[in-house]
Nanobody
Framework: RLVESGGGLVQPGGSLKLSCAAS????????IAWFRQAPGKERERVSC????????FYAEDVLGRFTTSRDNGDNIMYLEMNNLKPEDTAVYYC????????????????????WGRGTQVTVSS
């Protein structure tokens, strides 16, 4: 089970930090990712952490602004978002899968079996 928290309304240029608490499996042993879905658009992966080693990957439009991490002891993953833009407005989901071997090549949502219910992020003045 995955439960997201930390979404909300923020002005352009602002920051938010999302959390995703996992239970029933170990995040360290899973490839974990953050996705987002804006109205009328497909769900897209914005960040990913390889299982085992903590190599991180980012979508081009969030690179340099978003940082993802995980706390193996607390079994939580995070997405820190800085310099937010209106186009970042979406429902953000955390996802994980024990079978996905690595982040590259596994961008589509179909590869991930475990999902949170999502948290709304709205960037607006």
């Amino acid at each position: 089970r995955l439960v997201e928290s930390g979404g909300g309304l923020v002005q352009p240029g602002g920051s938010l930090k999302l959390s995703c608490a996992a239970s029933g499996f170990n995040v360290e042993g899973s490839t974990i990712a953050w996705f987002r879905q804006a109205p009328g658009k497909e769900r897209e992966r914005v960040s990913c952490i390889n299982r085992g080693i903590s190599t991180t990957f980012y979508a081009e439009d969030v690179l340099g602004r978003f940082t993802t991490s995980r706390d193996n002891g607390d079994n939580i993953m995070y997405l820190e978002m800085n310099n937010l833009k209106p186009e970042d407005t979406a429902v953000y989901y955390c996802a994980a899968d024990l079978r996905v071997p690595s982040c590259p090549g596994y961008e589509p949502a179909k590869y991930y079996d475990h999902w949170g219910r999502g948290t709304q992020v709205t960037v607006s003045s």
